[in-house]
């Protein structure tokens, strides 16, 4: 039935089927980035299947033409990847695009319309809506629905021809307007949409409809289990529905098969049914002699049954009643039956998919709603898809996140029924931490630079300061710091009005004298006085230092510190771009309180700072991640950072202080 078209369902199929154990699928729609919420899905999907050695299909649900574009599926792809997880194994490509199976899905619905669970319906929208019915009162009987087959055929291939104007007509399956599930209230299954899409060009002016077309795409991919959030609990009825009545089409060559088994044995000469037995036996289950095995004959007498009261040839409504009950049967019915099966075709032909739902991701102070963030792109409220503010998993990538930092993320919220609850933020930054803590080497840069000044330090000396790269590892070895009398300080490590519990450098009192602090690895210091510019504004602190002090010889305790500050040299240090970010929205729930999500932006969440970092700095590559110490994570922008051009993004502080 399918041969003669370009990649048909056999073709796709032929290989894996035999083998896979399960198959998932992770099924974005090419119209955004993905951000942190896909991540889960993707975490889970391919997970499974790398725990169960089964297989997960990359699947682009590109059946809606407006939105959709090359740009979002590339970027899909390069996120999947980045993620740790790949749509291609060793045998074949997991790789998939809905709009492949256009053809397919027409078929599909021209079926369902000579099988009578289709119709085209030309009620205008707003009159649909109405005889939708509500939780409480049933639906109406569209007036159409009761047309005759050819009718709806003939529309519905003008439909497909451009005859019929937008809006002017849909085709909708036929359920029960009176279901109390108001996803069974014939929902519509194919659009006209004279739209380019972005594969298919303007082959087609219908689309199938999602809740029609993503059911449909799991049975061709032969998916075992397809995985989506539980917003899509209700609609789970009309997917064994679809599924189900798909079947005849999906599997036509294969039920014609069964049919003719299952006809058979039914119909042996009792003495070929014992043969049949006996061979089944040597398969090891001894049919009839426990409840289960009754069972089995039961259901294969039901079967028998439908097959007296119908033609025994290839028949639709027959075919979707029995490959479904056998694809719906109970658990462990499924070996038995497909080892019946096994004997003339392949058994995971007749498995239909099944729906699972999990909850969905919510995340403290962001937003994922697609139309959101497109707005906050196109809007210029930040710089692009990967703002380092952005949840996307690209805005996370720049951000400094790692695969491992956001699976170890995923791991930690697990998948669960629970609706409504949210994941803290801090959750998502304390697995970066955890992540970078051992793998990211240690460096020194001032952020908002100060000029400290050591009068008393000898003029041309440069001493070079060995300073480990990290302080768990040694292995990794150590690098030197050249220090000399002119330094860079933070600007918060001087106070001339120290707050109560101020430990760093002040100058002394009349009640005080100032505080010895040390410049770490190096001298203790203490502030004398201060140089200031024509408004008054500190702009150097000159200090002394006891030349017996430095860290590690004899003298070095001998003056007592509460506090250790870190510095660069001047003379061996490079100006860079520190950029520092804040949460995107000030707000814990940014998408309730009924406010516009623009006013709930914080203001100034991207502030950048001309820093100095240690020189070692320009033989970073972007993307190379570091502790700048006493500040927190960094990394090496993915776009702007070259060796002239040091820029570095704040990926996390060391500690989380946004609750302070
Ligand atoms: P839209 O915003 O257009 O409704 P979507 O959020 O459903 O789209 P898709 O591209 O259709 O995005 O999503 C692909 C998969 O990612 C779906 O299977 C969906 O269940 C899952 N997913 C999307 N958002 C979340 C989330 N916040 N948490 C967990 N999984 C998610
Ligand atoms: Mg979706
Ligand atoms: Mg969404």
């Not at 609609?235 to 005849?248: C, K, M, V």
């Not at 400290?452 to 300073?467: A, G, R, S, V, W």
């Not at 707050?499 to 502030?527: M, Q, S």
Request: proline share 6%.
């Amino acid at each position: 039935h399918w041969s003669g078209r370009p990649g048909t369902y056999t073709e796709q199929m032929e290989g894996p089927v035999d083998e896979a154990k399960i198959r998932l699928r992770f099924p974005p729609e090419p119209n955004g980035y993905l951000h942190i919420g896909h991540a889960k899905s993707i975490c889970l999907n391919f997970g499974l299947a790398k725990e169960f050695d089964g297989r997960c299909h990359m699947r682009f649900d590109d059946t809606n033409p407006v939105k959709e574009d090359q740009e979002y599926v590339d970027s899909i792809l390069g996120s999947v990847n980045w993620l740790g997880f790949n749509w291609k194994d060793d045998k074949e490509c997991n790789y998939y695009f809905a709009s492949d199976y256009f053809d397919y899905m027409y078929d599909i619905a021209e079926h369902l319309i000579k099988t009578g669970d289709a119709y085209v319906d030309e009620q205008s929208a707003e009159e649909m809506k109405e005889n939708r019915g509500s939780l409480h009162a049933p639906g109406k009987n569209s007036p159409y629905r009761d047309r005759p087959v050819e009718e709806n055929l003939r529309l519905f291939r003008e439909m497909k021809e451009g005859k019929h104007p937008e809006g002017s007509m849909v085709l909708r399956s036929k359920v029960d307007m009176g279901s109390r599930n108001v996803n069974l209230r014939d929902p519509a299954i194919y659009r006209i949409r004279f739209a380019d899409h972005h594969r298919t060009g303007d082959k087609w002016c219908i689309y199938p409809m999602y809740t029609f077309a993503h059911p449909l795409e799991d049975v061709l991919e032969n998916i075992t289990h397809s995985i989506c959030t539980l917003e899509f609990e209700d609609q789970r009825a009309f997917y064994n529905w679809a599924t189900e009545r798909s079947i005849p089409v999906t599997r036509a060559p294969l039920f014609a098969l069964a049919v003719e088994f299952l006809n058979d044995l039914i119909n042996a000469p009792e003495e070929k049914k014992e043969k049949f037995i006996k061979a089944a036996v040597k398969f090891k289950w001894k049919l009839g002699q426990n409840r289960e095995e009754q069972e089995v004959l039961t259901l294969l007498n039901q079967i028998k049954e439908k097959l007296a009261s119908e033609p025994v040839e290839y028949d639709a409504v027959l075919g979707s009643e029995v490959i479904g009950k056998i694809a719906r049967a109970p658990a462990h019915f499924t070996p038995l039956l497909s080892d019946v099966l096994s004997a003339v075709v392949k058994p995971n032909y007749f498995l239909l998919p099944h729906q699972y739902e999990f909850n969905r991701l919510n995340l403290t102070y962001v937003v994922m709603s697609k139309r959101k963030l497109i707005a906050l792109v196109k809007e210029g409220l930040v710089d692009g898809w990967d703002d380092p503010r952005m949840p996307t998993l690209v805005g996370l990538r720049r951000r400094g996140y790692t695969a491992e930092a956001m699976q170890l993320f995923c791991d930690r919220i697990g998948v669960s029924k629970q609706t409504g609850g949210w994941i803290d933020y801090s959750v998502l930054e304390g697995c970066l931490r955890e992540v970078l803590d051992s793998s990211a080497d240690r460096r020194i840069a001032v952020q908002k630079p100060l000029k400290l000044i050591i009068d008393n330090y000898p003029e041309d000396q440069m001493e070079q300061i060995e300073t480990p790269n990290h302080p768990q590892y040694p292995e990794r070895g150590s690098r030197t710091l050249g220090f000399s009398k002119e330094l860079w300080i933070e600007e918060d490590d001087f106070s001339e009005n120290p707050p109560k519990g101020y430990r760093r450098l002040t100058l002394a009192t009349e009640e005080k004298p100032a505080a010895p602090v040390r410049l770490r690895h190096a001298y203790v210091v203490e502030a004398t006085h201060v140089d200031r510019d024509e408004n008054g504004k500190v702009i150097a602190v000159h200090a002394k230092y006891y030349p017996e002090t430095k860290s590690g010889s004899e003298g070095a305790n001998n003056i007592k510190t509460k506090a250790a500050i870190h510095w660069l040299s001047q003379k061996d240090s490079l100006p860079a771009e520190i950029r520092l970010y804040d949460r995107l929205f000030s707000l814990e729930h940014p998408d309730e309180g009924g406010k516009d999500f623009r006013e709930l932006l914080t203001p100034d969440s991207k502030t950048i700072l001309k820093s100095y970092v240690e020189t070692s700095l320009k033989n970073a590559k972007p993307e190379d991640k570091f502790q700048f110490e006493r500040n927190g994570y960094y990394v090496a922008d993915q776009k702007d950072f070259t060796p002239g051009n040091l820029v570095f993004n704040l990926s996390v502080p060391l500690k989380d202080s946004f609750n302070k």
